[in-house]
């Protein structure tokens, strides 16, 4: 008498799910992911980081019978946070000069300009 099939890896666990759907749609998934963190990268310059969590709850009865839930989620690339440098005024606002430092007055001298090079 033959043993029947036992199911050993992970994606011949995941193709049980949704009588075989679930796991091409996880891997189309999967690759849209890996287009974006690809495209992220190429646009900022940089890594992009992506994250894919997956769940399996399994629950089991004295007969053997076993049912899994899963759960999946694909996070992609975040954009950069956007950073901004201002000075805090005595009284709480914000200035983009520090108001610690002494300021250069500019003025006109004239229309007279000379440019001069190093000897």
Avoid: C
């Avoid at 043993?3 to 759907?21: F, Y």
């Avoid at 287009?35 to 646009?43: G, L, N, T």
């Avoid at 399996?56 to 946070?81: N, R, Y």
Wanted: charged share 30%.
């Amino acid at each position: 008498m033959s043993r029947p099939p036992e199911l050993r890896s992970l994606d011949q666990l995941l193709s049980l799910a949704d009588n075989g759907d679930y796991l091409p749609d996880l891997l189309s998934r999967i690759e849209a992911n890996n287009v974006e963190m690809r495209q992220f990268a190429q646009d900022f310059r940089g890594t992009a980081k992506g994250r894919i969590t997956l769940t399996i709850d399994m629950k089991t009865d004295h007969f053997g019978h076993v049912e899994m839930v899963i759960e999946d989620k694909i996070v992609g690339p975040k954009p950069p946070k956007r950073k901004a440098v201002g000075w805090m005024t005595g009284d709480g606002a914000l200035t983009t000069q520090n108001p610690a430092q002494s300021r250069m007055e500019v003025r006109d001298v004239g229309g007279h300009r000379e440019l001069r090079t190093a000897e």
